[in-house]
């Protein structure tokens, strides 16, 4: 048994959660700056209402390439239990 394997994994483990709180932290504070930005344009009256805006049909609404979706675990292997 290799104890510096061990230590290694965990220091990566800590790290991906480290960064994945991080990111959140970042999305959290963007999504309060569009709400407060919407919010301002909202009082102050600006913007373009439901009847003024152009019809968008739903094809124009979805991404135009999906990006390929990843398996959230590995489907076998040791981790696929």
């Known amino acids: 048994m290799h104890l510096s394997d061990d230590y290694w994994v965990f220091e990566l483990h800590r790290s991906g959660e480290r960064r994945l709180r991080h990111e959140l ?10 709400a407060e930005a919407a919010a301002e344009a909202a009082e102050a009256g600006e ?4 009847g003024a805006r152009t019809r ?3 094809r124009q609404l979805l991404p135009r390439r999906l990006r390929p979706l990843s398996p959230s675990r ?3 292997g040791p981790g696929a239990a």
Do not use: L
């Not at 932290?25 to 569009?34: G, T, Y």
């Not at 913007?47 to 439901?50: E, F, I, N, Y």
């Open 74 to 76: 590995p489907a076998i």
């Open 47 to 50: 913007g373009a209402t439901d």
């Open 56 to 58: 968008r049909g739903i």
């Open 25 to 34: 932290e970042r999305r959290r504070q963007a999504d309060e700056r569009i």
